[in-house]
């Protein structure tokens, strides 16, 4: 009797376990399908981006400033206003002393924002990005929920503290941040969200207005942001991109691990 339990539920937990996968499968099929559609389209005009000269990257740190078209950069602002809006399914995370804040993950902006998702997949964003850092880079994979986000800063408190973005492929890893928006009560009507970073015995600060890249290698340069204050916003588009987004097992293991922080168990599946 004891052994058919135990067979029977053996046979539940593979049973859901291979649904499970099997709808993240399909899911992916119909993500990719999309993805194609976008990066086929004209959703983004980035030809006309400005980059005559870009600063060095040393320090692998780097801010470019009116980075973006203006008219592309309305796109992407209209699309994160709507997307902000509390409706729409930014997962809200709180890591006690760490981390307080709102995230938009991948797949839910290749269904809802096909304007960031033209941003992230342009050559010209991978020519820019690659000439900076001194190496060719490309998208990290679909199923990677941080490869494309959007960070929802718009609760008092909203932060996160120092820490590494660690890297979970073979290749170079890059974090790409663009501010969309940012709104509030400190200098020149910005937030006192401020990303700061640590690059050797220094320590910058980025209170970044809105069409400000930030670029750095985020395995090497610890980081992060203030907290913000009432009333106050900061939007930011999270980019990454990878000289190699192959992965070994136990790497895509520790990035499912480290992704139910921002995106809940689900990302186990992913
Ligand atoms: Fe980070």
């Given at each position: 009797?004891?052994?058919?339990?135990?067979?029977?539920?053996?046979?539940?937990?593979?049973?859901?376990?291979?649904?499970?996968?099997?709808?993240?499968?399909r899911?992916?099929?119909?993500?990719?399908?999309?993805?194609?559609?976008?990066?086929?389209?004209?959703?983004?005009?980035?030809?006309?981006?400005?980059?005559?000269?870009?600063?060095?990257?040393?320090?692998?740190?780097?801010?470019l400033?009116?980075?973006?078209?203006?008219?592309?950069?309305?796109?992407?602002?209209?699309?994160?206003?709507?997307?902000?809006?509390?409706?729409?399914?930014?997962?809200?995370?709180?890591?006690?002393?760490?981390?307080?804040?709102?995230?938009?993950?991948?797949?839910?902006?290749?269904?809802?924002?096909?304007?960031?998702?033209?941003?992230?997949?342009?050559?010209?964003?991978?020519?820019?990005?690659?000439?900076?850092?001194?190496?060719?880079?490309?998208?990290?994979?679909?199923?990677?929920?941080?490869?494309?986000s959007?960070?929802?800063?718009?609760?008092?408190?909203?932060?996160?503290?120092?820490?590494f973005?660690?890297?979970?492929?073979?290749?170079?890893?890059?974090?790409?941040?663009?501010?969309?928006?940012?709104?509030?009560?400190?200098?020149?009507?910005?937030?006192?969200?401020?990303?700061?970073?640590?690059?050797?015995?220094?320590?910058?600060?980025?209170?970044?207005?809105?069409?400000?890249?930030?670029?750095?290698?985020?395995?090497c340069?610890?980081?992060?942001?203030?907290?913000?204050?009432?009333?106050?916003?900061?939007?930011?588009?999270?980019?990454?991109?990878?000289?190699?987004?192959r992965?070994t097992?136990w790497?895509?293991?520790?990035?499912?691990?480290?992704?139910?922080?921002?995106?809940?168990?689900?990302?186990?599946?992913?």
């Amino acid at each position: 009797m004891l052994s058919e339990l135990v067979i029977g539920a053996g046979v539940l937990v593979i049973g859901a376990f291979v649904y499970v996968r099997s709808a993240r499968a399909r899911l992916y099929r119909l993500l990719t399908s999309r993805l194609a559609q976008i990066t086929r389209g004209d959703e983004l005009d980035l030809a006309a981006m400005a980059t005559p000269s870009l600063p060095g990257f040393a320090d692998r740190f780097a801010v470019l400033e009116n980075f973006l078209p203006a008219a592309s950069f309305a796109m992407l602002a209209g699309a994160a206003e709507r997307l902000s809006a509390p409706a729409q399914g930014a997962e809200r995370s709180y890591v006690p002393t760490h981390k307080q804040g709102g995230t938009l993950a991948y797949e839910t902006l290749i269904a809802k924002a096909p304007a960031m998702v033209a941003c992230y997949q342009a050559p010209a964003m991978r020519d820019v990005i690659g000439r900076l850092v001194g190496a060719p880079v490309r998208p990290t994979p679909i199923y990677d929920q941080s490869s494309l986000s959007l960070l929802i800063y718009n609760k008092p408190g909203d932060h996160i503290g120092w820490h590494f973005d660690h890297n979970f492929y073979r290749g170079r890893h890059f974090t790409v941040l663009l501010t969309i928006e940012n709104t509030g009560h400190a200098a020149s009507g910005l937030s006192h969200g401020v990303l700061k970073a640590r690059l050797g015995e220094r320590e910058v600060e980025v209170a970044s207005a809105p069409n400000t890249l930030v670029v750095f290698e985020g395995a090497c340069v610890r980081h992060k942001v203030t907290p913000i204050g009432h009333g106050e916003r900061r939007l930011i588009l999270s980019m990454t991109y990878c000289t190699d987004p192959r992965a070994t097992w136990w790497q895509g293991m520790a990035r499912r691990l480290k992704d139910t922080a921002y995106f809940g168990v689900r990302a186990l599946w992913t």
